[in-house]
């Protein structure tokens, strides 16, 4: 059994390092069928997905490339780090995977049995849903943004409460901390 | 063509122009996104040639008319669904082998898969997952040559409402917020008081009477007062007028307190009744709480649910004690005092009548006020108050990291944001209150003016002067009441909405009103093509094939989320399959009786659960009846008698919310007494041990194999040690078995469970443990 101790997982130093791309060795493009591949140095990913480490704080920073099956390929550190043309695949891809519209204004929150009722537009759009323990649904980010989760699991973003309208601001109002 | 679900004539038109033939289309789904990714009304449909794809946008345009003598139209109220078409698609169906969905964070999507080339057909939101899976299993379905209506059966139904297009707050509880029959709820309601009618009727007409009383007094406190005892032109000697002044005042203490006992008398009543109809209500929602299935306390949607019930309970409870009386008293003091109004001077009353609306209304747009202040005020409170127990708790971790300083910054921002709301809430009383007070006083000067008026020209007596200006007065409470009660109501009708909707779910699980009970079980399990999900696509169990003879053990191994735990509450029928099925002794064991899958299926998990109540109790929690002689052998059989007789109260000592603090060995030791009182036919050990050190294991292992003898036993650990003794090992990875053998089969193979081995011998080795 020495020969498979040889073996054990052993230095610390692999667990330093963190995996972090080079800019330079990381190239994105589009498979035939439209998905996000990428080259990382030598080999080739035909298929790739990204994902943030701070989806709602830092959103283009510290995006994990993994494969299909989820493994890892490495941390890119900055999207802008990136050519214009491979950060426009990659914003994309997030963008597709964290779909996430802009409230531009509510027209009412109405509670209806326990669930909270949102009648809202988002630029020309306009869309009701229902979100639920409203409390854990309503994320404050910062002082301005709000992130709102429905009971899908579907994202929505005030980008800046103070920006939006004030009938729609004191809405939503009672329910921000 | 038939199908559950109608396509609308502008989709199926968008088809069409796709070049689909209606006729022909076998299944589709409704999108909510374009190719691009914006919000777009999108749908997909399939025939035996193709996909289709088309997207547009859907609005409900209402129809006009043109009106008479103008060139405006106006709206006739009529709303037909217009559809701008924007672009479609198509691909050959033969392209594909198979559909699937993908799941991102916010939202999916459809892929098309041929030789194992994927390529994206649609993007839509998480709300249309559960429907596009569905697509997806009716083209796979048809593109295998099976039947549709098989697959269709597992279908979701969409969670909107028919009528008025609003979701479901629950989609597996189809009750609309708007269109449930809130009549219906108010009646099955006061249904709960159907067995106190005698009482309930006393307490109504408690009510009536102390109202009337209430509405009769100014006419003797103030208008007799005044107009028969204390006017200036009457002559009657003073020593009468003094004895008249004494009786009146005595008559309205006397009035007063007559009123005062009705009150306390009803209140009384009341106060009986409500306990037991909470009471009632209660029983019900926990007797329905039991039947329920586990799905029921573990869906996402309906935890909320759960928690809210008791409160549900206690809101009802309120409004009926703390409400409805007065509801009705304000509401008769509301008409009884304007009808004595226009007895008395109907053009004082007309000024009063003018005002009330506009004071109502005022009162009204205070309490939508005041509700949003305090909300505010209150989750800024919330927030603090959470910040304050999480510093409690984690003092230590404070202290640690030397944080005092940070934590008390957080603090101060959360309380001077506090305070923020605090104030304005101060400020906005203190404004509005003396600007309501001023208008009130405004429409009393007004009416004071007329009257007096009136007085100078003898229509009316000071008295009645007064007495009006009294009842005007005592409209103030019940406008005030009424116009904030509504809420009140509506709560409270909502309140019930949820306790009916507990009492009425039908559980998830069911048994068959012809299932079968074995004689003789001997415990053979055999799972074939079994699959599971928790969530829309997103596949737990997938095919997977399993079989343990009467007797066997047989040991699962798998990484976590590999679905092992999802396999034993299959097993156990917690949950019942999507697809195949677990037969025990060749049975389905949805034919069974519930009744002995339960008592023939014996779980010892990580988890262990205490209930309130003493070790003994626990010990026999299975079987109520079994002797102590019984529960000690049990507890013998668990290795638990010893450490039971070391408690000072021994096989007394309470254990579970409350009770002494036992280790996780002895709970563990403990439930594992309780299935050996169970006496199960087919034993599953979920991860019994995980939680437990190597002495500790040791021990329970020993109990373990005791429990072992004579029944079918699954057991489930990852690690390896501990299913030593099994006749059979299947490997588990993503819901599937990917190796299944003996132990020295497996070690041959060199094949997962080979790696699994030698991870965990090197892994023993590096901390010193093992050979």
Redesign the interface.
Known sequence: MTETLAQAPSGAEEVLDIGILDPAQTEFYRNPNGFLAVRIGESDHRRVKLARMLPFADPDRYISVEDMEGKELGILRDLAELAPEQQKLAREELEARYFCPAVTAIRSIKEKMGYFYFDVSFGTVQKVFAVKDISRSIKQLDDKAVAITDVDGSRYLIEDVWAIDGKSRRKIEPYLY | METNRRLSAGAEALLCAAGADAAELIWWVKGDMDPN?D?ADAWVAFDRKEIYLVWGSESLVEAREKRLFSRKTRPTGARTPVLRAEGSRTWPAEDFDELKCER????G?LVGVKDG????LV?Y???R?AFFDDFAKAFNAVKKGEELDAVRKTFHEEPVCPTCG??Y?DPKRK?C??CSDKKSTVRRLFAFFGGYKKQVAVVIGGILISTLIGVLTPQISTGYLYDNVLNADNAAPVQSLVTALGLVVLTIFGIKLFNLLFRIVYMHLLAGIMPWVVYDIKLKIFKAMQRLGVSFYTGK?TG??ME?VTRDADNIYWFFVDGLPYVITNGLTLIGILAIMLVMSWKLTLVVVGATPLIFAVFKVMDRLWH?LH??RW??N??MSNMVSDNINGARVIKAFSREDEESERFAV?SR?YMGAEVRVSNTEGTAYPLINLMIYAVTTLVLGLGGVMVIREQMTVGQLLTFVVYMDMLLGPLDFLSWVSNWWARCV?SA??VFEVIDTEPDVTEKPDAAEIEDLRGEIDIRELEFEYEPARPVIKKLDLHVPAGHMLGIVGKTGAGKTTIASLIARLYDAKAGAVYLDGVDIRDLKLSQIRRNIGVVSQDIFLFMGTVADNIRYARPDATMEEVVAAAKAASAHDFIMKLPDAYETRVGAGGQDLSGGERQRVSIARTIIQNPKVLILDEATAAMDTETERNIQEALTRLQRGRTTLAIAHRLSTLRDSDELAVIDDGKVVEYGTYPELMKKKGEYFKLY?IQ???L??IGVGD
Do not use: C, I, W
């Open positions: 990714g919000f991102y964070v916010a939202t999507r080339e994927e390529v994206s993007r939101t998480l709300s997952n609003m979701r707050p009750v917020p708007k949607q909320s649910l809210r949003r909300h505010r989750v800024l919330a927030n959360a944001k909502d909405q949820r030698q011998a090197e892994a080795k590096y």
